[in-house]
């Protein structure tokens, strides 16, 4: 992720720069050979192999829905939502003070 550019780009909150996260369960029934894939069940109630994505976003502008993607990461059977979400914000703050030296 190049944070140093995102912050050229994106404009700040009040001072601070804005970031989302996302958790997404990806479908991959064709993917026999995906070692790390999972079985969930949709809430349609179809089960289905794939994985999940958990991805941190910089948002652009208040006023549009534009973002730069910071970090993704496939998702491991012990990783939670909000376990991954701590690990990318840790790893977004180093990375920015890193490129503020």
């Given at each position: 992720a190049n944070?140093?550019?995102?912050?050229?780009?994106?404009?700040?909150?009040?001072?601070?720069?804005?970031f989302s996260g996302?958790?997404?369960?990806?479908?991959?029934?064709?993917?026999?050979?995906m070692s790390e894939r999972v079985m969930k069940r949709l809430p349609t109630g179809e089960?289905?192999?794939g994985h999940e994505t958990y991805w941190t976003v910089q948002l652009a502008d208040q006023d549009n829905s534009w973002v730069g993607v910071a970090l993704e990461n496939r998702m491991k059977a012990t990783d939670t939502v909000t376990s991954m979400a701590a690990k990318h914000m840790l790893e977004i703050d180093s990375k920015s003070k890193t490129d503020k030296s």
């Open positions: 944070l140093e550019m995102f912050s050229k780009r994106c404009k700040l909150l009040d001072g601070h720069s804005v996302d958790g997404t369960f990806i479908k991959r029934q064709e993917a026999k050979t089960l289905v192999y």
